[in-house]
């Protein structure tokens, strides 16, 4: 239950993190925003400072900011907007210049690349202890007739050379490993076959070797931006390859999760210690800055794509154009958020 409210919690301040994102850059910039809401509705309570209004809402996931003119053109208001005094059109979203809409656009994705920058510079400062972890069981194999399951923690040994080693010179034989899974520690038999599949090892299990020596401030801040940089790319490509293999072929590739999976991977990861959802965590912020900064519609990245085609081609795309284009990005993405949320509760039965 702590690690379930952990990692909601974490969740939403890294959308209310996105969102204060965008939330700053508009205020920076000078545009009107005419709410930012803590939650989503409905509404708890609210109070007026200046023009922009904060509210607290039942819902406490996340957040949202609306800013003056961000969805009026699809609205169909634009050209009542229009007749505005200058004064007052200035200080509208789409009416400001191309890089001004693009700044406040990207602004959420970059709070979230230096929120997962940060808490894995600070996981790099303080250290973690090392253990060598369980990722996945091979189904049919040895570790899973003898009980072994993913986030088991191998507490006889630390590195997964020395581990394998140890197995493969006793196949055929039995070995005794001690797990620890939760707050458990036990001993488990297991029994290494001597010919395994192609591409299993002996036991049947994948490995994982976790942990991080303590590092100085600048080295660390150095290492968690080249490595939030690497996770950022692995991320994108992740997500190409998504969604290449769901049109292309109608499958998702292994090791996709959804908020379901995402549950489920925090309580193998709180096994390990709290630290290590922090590092999840982290993880996270840097998955909501790529996905979002994809230019698909209905996503920022798509919104920049359309305010690049706009600065290309000296006019906006066509208001029936860009409402299709949302409306099918919207549908698809949801779409997909089914299929993959279907697959988390169909491994849980």
């Given at each position: 239950?702590?690690?379930?409210?952990?990692v909601?919690?974490?969740?939403?301040?890294?959308?209310?993190?996105?969102?204060?994102?965008?939330f700053?850059?508009?205020?920076?910039?000078?545009?009107?925003?005419?709410?930012?809401?803590f939650?989503?509705?409905?509404?708890m309570?609210?109070?007026?400072?200046?023009?922009?209004?904060?509210?607290?809402?039942?819902?406490?996931?996340?957040?949202?900011?609306?800013?003056?003119?961000?969805?009026?053109?699809?609205?169909g208001?634009?050209?009542?907007?229009?007749?505005?005094?200058?004064?007052?059109?200035?200080r509208?979203?789409?009416?400001?210049?191309?890089?001004?809409?693009?700044?406040?656009?990207?602004a959420g994705v970059?709070?979230?690349?230096?929120i997962?920058?940060?808490?894995?510079?600070?996981?790099?400062?303080?250290?973690?202890?090392?253990?060598?972890?369980?990722?996945?069981?091979?189904k049919?194999?040895?570790?899973?007739?003898?009980?072994?399951?993913?986030?088991?923690?191998?507490?006889?040994?630390?590195?997964?050379?020395?581990?394998?080693?140890?197995?493969?010179?006793?196949?055929g034989?039995?070995?005794?490993l001690?797990?620890?899974?939760?707050?458990?520690?036990?001993?488990?038999?297991a029994?290494?076959r001597?010919?395994?599949p192609?591409?299993?090892?002996?036991?049947?299990?994948?490995?994982?070797?976790?942990?991080?020596?303590?590092?100085?401030?600048?080295?660390?801040?150095?290492?968690g931006?080249?490595?939030?940089?690497?996770?950022?790319?692995?991320?994108?490509?992740?997500?190409?390859?998504?969604?290449?293999n769901?049109?292309?072929?109608?499958?998702?590739?292994a090791?996709?999760v959804?908020?379901?999976?995402?549950?489920?991977v925090?309580?193998q990861?709180?096994q390990l210690g709290?630290?290590?959802?922090?590092?999840?965590?982290?993880?996270?912020?840097?998955?909501?800055a790529?996905?979002?900064?994809?230019?698909?519609?209905?996503?920022?990245?798509?919104?920049?794509?359309?305010?690049?085609?706009?600065?290309?081609?000296?006019?906006?795309?066509?208001?029936?154009?860009e409402?299709?284009?949302?409306?099918?990005?919207?549908?698809?993405?949801?779409f997909?958020?089914v299929?993959?949320?279907?697959?988390?509760?169909?491994?849980?039965?």
């Amino acid at each position: 239950m702590l690690i379930a409210l952990i990692v909601i919690v974490g969740l939403s301040l890294l959308i209310l993190g996105h969102e204060a994102g965008h939330f700053f850059a508009a205020k920076k910039l000078g545009l009107k925003v005419d709410e930012f809401g803590f939650g989503f509705p409905p509404r708890m309570a609210a109070w007026r400072r200046g023009e922009t209004e904060y509210s607290f809402n039942w819902l406490p996931f996340g957040g949202f900011v609306k800013i003056a003119g961000e969805n009026d053109r699809l609205n169909g208001e634009i050209e009542k907007l229009a007749l505005l005094p200058e004064e007052e059109k200035r200080r509208l979203f789409l009416f400001r210049p191309a890089w001004q809409r693009a700044a406040v656009t990207v602004a959420g994705v970059l709070v979230n690349f230096v929120i997962g920058w940060i808490l894995l510079s600070f996981i790099l400062m303080v250290g973690t202890p090392r253990a060598l972890v369980v990722g996945s069981v091979e189904k049919g194999s040895p570790a899973e007739a003898a009980g072994i399951a993913a986030g088991d923690v191998i507490k006889n040994y630390l590195e997964a050379d020395a581990f394998i080693k140890f197995v493969d010179e006793n196949r055929g034989g039995v070995v005794r490993l001690e797990v620890k899974r939760g707050g458990e520690e036990f001993v488990i038999e297991a029994f290494p076959r001597l010919a395994p599949p192609k591409g299993e090892g002996a036991l049947g299990v994948v490995l994982a070797e976790a942990g991080e020596e303590k590092r100085g401030i600048f080295t660390a801040l150095f290492e968690g931006l080249r490595r939030a940089a690497l996770l950022s790319l692995w991320t994108f490509v992740a997500f190409y390859e998504v969604v290449k293999n769901l049109v292309l072929h109608g499958t998702l590739i292994a090791g996709v999760v959804g908020p379901v999976g995402i549950f489920s991977v925090a309580q193998q990861t709180g096994q390990l210690g709290l630290i290590y959802l922090v590092q999840l965590v982290s993880l996270i912020s840097l998955n909501l800055a790529v996905i979002n900064l994809i230019p698909f519609p209905a996503l920022d990245g798509g919104r920049l794509l359309l305010i690049a085609i706009e600065k290309v081609k000296g006019s906006p795309v066509s208001l029936k154009t860009e409402a299709w284009i949302n409306g099918a990005g919207f549908i698809f993405l949801i779409f997909l958020m089914v299929v993959i949320t279907i697959r988390d509760v169909s491994r849980w039965f």
